[in-house]
């Protein structure tokens, strides 16, 4: 079973630093693109941007290019999304996701991670 | 104010059918970009429902269905269930090379 596993919720305080987990299985996690989604409280999906774990080759939205990294360690078949300053308005879910190999469909989907950040 | 437009919410009541529009443009779902379906579940993780404008993953029921034509898309759901009430999302690509979604929108199962 194709599957991707998350990381647990956080606390963080403004200002502090934090990198969540993707852990993908049951398939070439080399093959397929790891997408990363935000959800902040009771609104819509949002793209954050796109790894390529193959070739570590990364895109981001323009809307959160320099705001956070993503990036990837294949040995351990894991992504990764980060931020060096969280914000208060960093607070939200956010979801990986695996790229489809022929559509820009993302499935399956993370269990999701909430990061809350709050003084 | 998201790329692609959908309807906040809809509604209908127990085997009854709606249907859900997304509208985009020329840079994207009119390019001849694919269009997505997701379906969200209160408390749960975005769910695939419709890939490539029209296919359904394994296990989707064919109640869902998807179509495209311009720059808009649309989901129908047939045969409406109470388990259907989520929030649904269409998702496509644009030409400034970017994953877009579309607002979300609510069903309510009356």
């Known amino acids: 079973e194709v599957q991707l596993v998350q990381s647990g919720a956080e606390v963080k305080k403004p200002g502090e630093s934090l990198k969540i987990s993707c852990k993908g299985s049951g398939y070439s996690f080399t093959t397929y693109g790891i997408g990363w989604v935000r959800q902040m409280p009771g609104k819509g999906l949002e793209w954050m941007g796109i790894?390529?774990?193959?070739?570590?080759?990364?895109r981001y939205s323009p809307s959160f290019q320099g705001q956070v990294t993503i990036s990837s360690d294949k040995s351990i078949n894991t992504a990764y999304l980060q931020w060096s300053s969280l914000k208060a308005s960093d607070t939200a879910v956010y979801y990986c996701a695996r790229r489809g190999d022929t559509f820009w469909s993302l499935d399956p989907w993370g269990q999701g991670t909430l990061v809350t950040v709050s003084s | 104010q998201s790329v692609l437009t959908q309807p906040p919410s809809v509604s209908g009541a127990p085997g009854q059918r709606v249907t859900i529009s997304c509208t985009g443009s020329s840079s994207n779902i009119g390019t001849g970009y694919d269009v997505h379906w997701y379906q969200q579940l209160p408390g749960t993780a975005p769910k695939l429902l419709i890939y490539?404008?029209?296919n359904r993953p394994s296990g989707v029921p064919d109640r869902f269905s998807g179509s495209k034509s311009g720059t808009s898309a649309s989901l129908a759901i047939t045969g409406l269930q109470a388990e259907d009430e989520a929030d649904y999302y269409c998702q496509s690509y644009d030409s400034s090379l970017s994953v877009v979604f579309g607002g979300g929108t609510k069903l309510t199962v009356l």
């Open positions: 490539g404008n029209i």
């Open positions: 790894i390529y774990p193959g070739d570590s080759d990364t």
